[in-house]
Protein backbone atom coordinates (compact mmCIF):
# COMPACT_ATOMS: atom_id res chain seq x y z
CA UNK A 1 0.00 0.00 0.00
CA UNK A 2 3.04 2.53 0.10
CA UNK A 3 2.06 3.48 3.93
CA UNK A 4 3.32 1.85 7.21
CA UNK A 5 -0.40 2.00 9.04
CA UNK A 6 -2.14 1.03 6.84
CA UNK A 7 0.41 -2.66 6.00
CA UNK A 8 -0.19 -2.73 9.98
CA UNK A 9 -3.25 -3.08 10.21
CA UNK A 10 -3.44 -5.23 7.09
CA UNK A 11 -0.73 -7.47 9.21
CA UNK A 12 -2.57 -7.23 12.28
CA UNK A 13 -5.84 -7.89 10.54
CA UNK A 14 -4.28 -11.60 9.88
CA UNK A 15 -3.75 -12.63 13.64
CA UNK A 16 -7.01 -11.43 14.43
CA UNK A 17 -9.29 -14.33 16.49
CA UNK A 18 -12.51 -14.48 14.98
CA UNK A 19 -13.45 -17.95 15.23
CA UNK A 20 -17.27 -16.95 15.99
CA UNK A 21 -18.05 -14.18 13.57
CA UNK A 22 -15.01 -15.02 11.08
CA UNK A 23 -15.02 -11.45 10.64
CA UNK A 24 -11.44 -10.26 11.06
CA UNK A 25 -10.36 -6.84 11.94
CA UNK A 26 -7.11 -5.30 12.06
CA UNK A 27 -6.32 -1.83 13.54
CA UNK A 28 -2.76 0.49 13.83
CA UNK A 29 -2.27 3.32 15.57
CA UNK A 30 0.56 5.60 15.02
CA UNK A 31 1.76 7.86 17.74
CA UNK A 32 3.41 11.15 17.92
CA UNK A 33 6.91 9.90 17.48
CA UNK A 34 5.61 7.57 14.79
CA UNK A 35 5.80 4.28 16.46
CA UNK A 36 2.77 1.90 15.19
CA UNK A 37 1.07 -0.35 17.79
CA UNK A 38 -1.49 -2.69 16.32
CA UNK A 39 -3.83 -4.86 17.37
CA UNK A 40 -6.52 -6.85 16.20
CA UNK A 41 -10.17 -8.37 17.09
CA UNK A 42 -10.25 -11.22 19.89
CA UNK A 43 -13.36 -12.85 20.22
CA UNK A 44 -14.77 -14.88 23.19
CA UNK A 45 -17.68 -17.90 23.13
CA UNK A 46 -19.99 -15.17 25.69
CA UNK A 47 -19.52 -12.54 22.70
CA UNK A 48 -20.02 -9.46 25.35
CA UNK A 49 -16.23 -10.48 26.21
CA UNK A 50 -15.00 -9.64 22.72
CA UNK A 51 -12.45 -7.25 22.07
CA UNK A 52 -12.12 -4.92 18.77
CA UNK A 53 -9.24 -4.49 16.90
CA UNK A 54 -8.85 -0.21 17.68
CA UNK A 55 -9.30 -0.96 21.59
CA UNK A 56 -6.61 -3.85 21.56
CA UNK A 57 -4.54 -1.08 19.45
CA UNK A 58 -5.26 1.88 21.73
CA UNK A 59 -4.62 0.05 25.00
CA UNK A 60 -1.26 -1.94 23.94
CA UNK A 61 -0.13 1.93 23.16
CA UNK A 62 -1.32 3.06 26.70
CA UNK A 63 0.27 0.33 28.35
CA UNK A 64 3.52 0.70 26.67
CA UNK A 65 3.63 4.59 27.97
CA UNK A 66 2.36 6.46 24.76
CA UNK A 67 0.41 9.24 25.34
CA UNK A 68 -0.15 10.98 22.40
CA UNK A 69 -1.20 9.88 19.00
CA UNK A 70 -1.59 10.77 14.79
CA UNK A 71 -3.83 8.50 13.61
CA UNK A 72 -5.31 5.06 13.02
CA UNK A 73 -6.08 3.01 10.51
CA UNK A 74 -8.70 -0.08 10.56
CA UNK A 75 -8.65 -2.90 7.79
CA UNK A 76 -11.29 -5.27 7.35
CA UNK A 77 -12.57 -7.34 4.46
CA UNK A 78 -15.18 -6.15 3.11
CA UNK A 79 -16.35 -3.56 0.22
CA UNK A 80 -18.33 -1.20 2.47
CA UNK A 81 -15.48 0.12 4.08
CA UNK A 82 -15.97 -0.51 8.12
CA UNK A 83 -16.04 1.97 10.55
CA UNK A 84 -15.14 1.85 14.42
CA UNK A 85 -18.07 0.86 16.40
CA UNK A 86 -19.26 2.79 19.01
CA UNK A 87 -17.32 1.49 21.86
CA UNK A 88 -14.07 1.89 19.84
CA UNK A 89 -15.35 5.72 18.60
CA UNK A 90 -15.00 5.99 22.19
CA UNK A 91 -11.86 5.10 23.40
CA UNK A 92 -10.66 6.67 20.47
CA UNK A 93 -12.10 9.99 21.19
CA UNK A 94 -10.82 9.91 24.92
CA UNK A 95 -7.56 8.94 23.76
CA UNK A 96 -6.51 10.00 20.75
CA UNK A 97 -9.10 13.17 20.27
CA UNK A 98 -9.49 14.30 16.69
CA UNK A 99 -7.26 12.31 14.65
CA UNK A 100 -7.32 10.84 11.20
CA UNK A 101 -9.08 7.63 10.90
CA UNK A 102 -8.27 5.45 7.59
CA UNK A 103 -10.38 2.97 6.78
CA UNK A 104 -8.99 -0.01 4.32
CA UNK A 105 -9.74 -2.89 3.05
CA UNK A 106 -7.07 -5.82 1.59
CA UNK A 107 -8.19 -4.61 -2.38
CA UNK A 108 -6.49 -1.12 -1.57
CA UNK A 109 -9.45 0.78 -1.46
CA UNK A 110 -8.97 3.48 0.84
CA UNK A 111 -11.62 6.10 3.03
CA UNK A 112 -10.66 9.13 5.42
CA UNK A 113 -12.21 11.12 8.17
CA UNK A 114 -11.53 13.06 11.01
CA UNK A 115 -12.66 11.62 14.54
CA UNK A 116 -14.98 14.31 14.94
CA UNK A 117 -17.10 13.50 11.66
CA UNK A 118 -17.59 9.68 12.76
CA UNK A 119 -18.22 10.91 16.72
CA UNK A 120 -19.75 14.52 15.97
CA UNK A 121 -20.93 14.95 19.78
CA UNK A 122 -18.42 12.59 22.22
CA UNK A 123 -18.84 12.50 25.94
CA UNK A 124 -15.66 13.17 27.61
CA UNK A 125 -13.77 14.35 30.42
CA UNK A 126 -15.37 17.97 29.70
CA UNK A 127 -18.42 16.70 31.24
CA UNK A 128 -17.33 15.47 34.01
Not at 65 to 91: K, M, W, Y
Not at 94 to 104: A, K, P, R, S
Request: aromatic share 10%; glycine share 8%; charged share 20%.
Amino acid sequence: MNDPLLDAALGARQHAFAPYSKFQVGAAIEDSSGHIHTGCNVENATYGLTVCAERVAVFKAISEGVRQFRRVAVAADTDVLTPPCGACRQILWEFCGDVEIVLVNPRGKIETYQMRDLFPKPFDASYL
